[in-house]
């Protein structure tokens, strides 16, 4: 069965510096892997995704995260920080051949300005 | 497209009192999942559907639970009969296919007093 571990509860940034949020999986298979942001009392956002080909995966709002195979890490990341981007983050994984998506317990992200 | 709606947004309740939560999918999307959100335990999938057929119920926790899903514009999550511990934010998320990430909905907030 496929699993997602985001192994800090909180992290905390000044604005302008870069950012990382850690993501690692366990998959039997190939790995389909997901960011999605939930800001308070709302659902949760896509942010982006990697299903194949190149590594490193840009999406919204200037994130992007880089897929690493032989660790097993999907780990967001964004080069300047904005007191915006203060929210709760989710790492998802789906397995080939599987329907499931599974989620990590979040991350909650705080940039201090 | 509205995007995947959840009905209602809010829902407080006594214990023992049975308890239903809507959804309805993005036309066109072939899966949908139900989730449950609190702080101990993150986002937490408890059953999904594939075309109208629940495939994999077994995060549902107790028998108090059960999920419908009568056509392809509707599901329906009941609790019977309802918890304090049942208090949480549920999510209804749906999917295209497997390459694509699930759309959320913005959740139902359910206490049960």
């Known amino acids: 069965a496929q699993s997602v571990a985001q192994p800090e509860d909180q992290v905390n940034v000044a604005e302008g510096n870069p950012l990382t949020v850690k993501c690692t999986y366990s998959?039997?298979?190939?790995?389909?892997l997901f960011w999605y942001v939930q800001y308070p009392n709302r659902g949760l956002q896509f942010l982006l995704k990697?299903?194949?080909?190149?590594?490193l995966v840009k999406g919204s709002y200037g994130f992007e995260a880089e897929f690493n195979k032989s660790q097993t890490s999907f780990h967001l990341k964004k080069p300047s920080a904005l007191v915006s981007d203060s929210a709760l983050y989710f790492c998802?994984?789906?397995?080939?051949?599987?329907?499931?998506?599974?989620f990590g317990k979040g991350t909650r992200l705080h940039i201090l300005p | 497209d509205a995007g995947v709606i959840q009905s209602p947004r809010h829902e407080v309740t006594e214990m023992g009192q049975e308890v239903t939560l809507r959804c309805k999918p993005i036309?066109?999307?072939?899966?949908l999942f139900w989730y449950r959100q609190t702080m101990m335990r993150g986002l937490e999938l408890l059953i999904y559907?594939?075309?109208?057929?629940?495939?994999?119920d077994s995060g549902m926790p107790e028998d108090r639970f059960s999920a419908k899903m009568p056509n392809a514009s509707f599901s329906t999550l009941k609790i019977q009969p309802s918890e304090p511990r049942d208090s949480a934010v549920y999510f209804c998320?749906?999917?295209?296919?497997?390459?694509?990430?699930?759309?959320f909905g913005q959740g139902t907030r359910l206490t049960v007093v």
């Open positions: 559907f594939n075309n109208n057929v629940p495939i994999d």
């Open positions: 990697y299903i194949t080909g190149d590594n």
């Open positions: 998802a994984v789906r397995d080939t051949g599987d329907d499931k998506i599974i």
């Open positions: 998320a749906s999917i295209t296919g497997l390459n694509t990430e699930a759309f």
């Open positions: 036309s066109g999307h072939n899966s």
């Open positions: 998959v039997s298979g190939n790995p389909y």
